[in-house]
């Protein structure tokens, strides 16, 4: 460590602050910008689904009175479940949302905000009302239900999560490096820089861990697509059928793959009460008939090496991190106290986000048996933010103490 640490006159990690400065006569167009950008955004995804609502419906519809209403409802109720809001399907709720729905509106506002909105908070904040006023109307429309107000309410809020998600993406990340999210400047006054690089390290991890899982998932499919194919064969779909069943299973798949996080994590995943799919064990039961269904691990993934494996990889992906941070250190001004803010920084994006995914993912489809389905949020975002900061705390001690060094020069 330098003996200039304590006058500490430099930053101890890069400056990434780009982007102008409004003054408070510039914010309402700042915010209006946001509005209408992420107006753009909504107006993209809900179009996609309505495409392909309109294929399905008038398919089987086959010309009758009332399937073009029937068809935008269908396409209403689908957008929003995949904003969180309950869809009713006869005598049943369902609450599981199509991830593939909602990572496609969060794009889709990313995308339009970016393009077209200035980087201000004041556009963040106009994006994130108005995305919420939008799902709150279209709540609003399609039907209170049983759940009354409180369902407007509810998409009022998944509107504003997703819309916020997104808008806070195209707000934040600098145009000229896209590749991880790098708030610089625009957080200074509330966070410290140290803390501010764990989150972008936690952003790392995170999709390292997200990237493992889709691996996993596609092992998963091919290893079970002979069920698959048994289940499609059973069936019978047609072909307007089969475009719909291919929809749904590319929408649900993005559960699929952040369920395998939980599972490589250790907690796993249930699909069904009394179920349970984890590296320590499964417990399967009946399933619905659904083809994506057909690749869930069975007893044989199951044992005491996929137990030690799947930890490891999470905590490997800590590591990463960790180096990810160091790299952007001084090390002759880093204290222990700055590698706590990183790990605190770090500990924090990763609990939070890894638990809003989950609860994301999972749900009901239907009372019953059926109505639980995921992992329990709270369990794995606790689990994978223990191992990821233990591998990121691991990498940072020792880059901080020279082990490395040492045992080169041995």
Known sequence: MSATTGARTARTVEDTRTGPRFGRGERFAAATSGVWAVLQGVVLSYAVVVLLAVVGVLGVAQGAEGAWTSAFGVATGIWLLGHGIPLAAGAAT??????????????????????SALPTLAAWVGATVGY?????????????????????LLGALGGAVVGGLGAALGILVPPDR??????GGRLDRWVPDVMRLGMQAAAVALALLVAAGGLLTVVWVVAGRA?????????????????????AQVALLPNLVLWATAWLAGPGFAVGQGTAFAASGTVAGPLPAVPLLGALPGPDWAGSGAVVWGPLLVVGCGVVAGVFAWRRLDPDRVRWADLAWVLAGLVLVAAVVTGLLQWWAGG?????RLSEVGAAPLVVAGVVAGEVG?????ALAWAHLGLGDRVRRR
């Open 132 to 152: 919420a006023v939008v799902t709150a109307v279209l709540t609003a429309v399609t039907g209170l239900g049983a759940l009354g107000v409180g369902r407007v």
């Open 227 to 247: 069920t698959s194919e048994d289940i499609v064969g059973a069936l019978a779909p047609g072909w307007v059928g089969g475009v719909v069943l291919a929809v």
């Open 178 to 183: 896209p590749a991880v999210v790098a708030p």
């Open 94 to 115: 369902i609450t599981l949302v199509p991830v593939g729905i909602g990572a496609l509106a969060t794009f889709t506002a990313y995308v339009s905000v970016k393009r």
């Open 364 to 368: 009901a489809v239907g009372a019953g």
């Open 390 to 394: 233990a591998g990121a705390a691991a």
